[in-house]
C-alpha cells in the first residue's frame, strides 16, 4: 500500500543514534518523493529531509551534517539514519509520501500519503 508505515524510533541518550525506516508501494512508481518530518505537540510541523526518485536530497538545515536520508528501492524502504541525536530532536516522526510528477521533490512540497509516526525521545 501507498500509505507508508514507519517504525524505529524510540528512547536514545544525547549524542546517540536511532535509524527510523519507512516502507511504502510508492517507492514503485517511476516518479515518487519521500519525505521525513517532525512534530512536538503544540508546534508546528517541521520537515526534517526529502529524497526523490529523481535523485534530489534535501535536509532541513537543524539536521544537516546529523541525520541521512537514503532508500532501499527493492525493500521498497526509506531510511532516516539520525546521529549526534540532541533533546531538540526529540518528536513524533512521520514518513510521508507523494507521487504527482512534474513537481519538484523537496521540504516545501505538498505529500498525499502519510504514516502514522514513530517516536523519538532525546535525553540529556
Known amino acids: 500500500q501507498v500509505q507508508p508505515v514507519e517504525s524505529g524510533g524510540g528512547s536514545v541518550q544525547a549524542g546517540g543514534s536511532l535509524r527510523l525506516s519507512c516502507i511504502s508501494s510508492?517507492?514503485?512508481?517511476?516518479?515518487?518523493?519521500m519525505g521525513w518530518f517532525r512534530q512536538v505537540p503544540g508546534k508546528k510541523r517541521e520537515a526534517v529531509a526529502s529524497?526523490?526518485?529523481?535523485?534530489?536530497?534535501s535536509y532541513a538545515d537543524s539536521v544537516k551534517g546529523r541525520f541521512t536520508i537514503s532508500k532501499d528501492n527493492a525493500k521498497r524502504t526509506v531510511y532516516l539514519q539520525m546521529n549526534s541525536l540532541e533533546p531538540e530532536d526529540t518528536a513524533m516522526y512521520y514518513c510521508?509520501?507523494?507521487?504527482?510528477?512534474?513537481?519538484?521533490?523537496?521540504?516545501?512540497?505538498?505529500?498525499?500519503?502519510w504514516g502514522q509516526g514513530t517516536q523519538v525521545t532525546v535525553s540529556s
Open positions: 510521508a509520501a507523494d507521487l504527482k510528477p512534474y513537481v519538484g521533490c523537496n521540504l516545501a512540497r505538498t505529500f498525499t500519503y
Open positions: 529524497s526523490g526518485s529523481d535523485g534530489r536530497i
Open positions: 510508492a517507492m514503485t512508481y517511476s516518479f515518487n518523493c
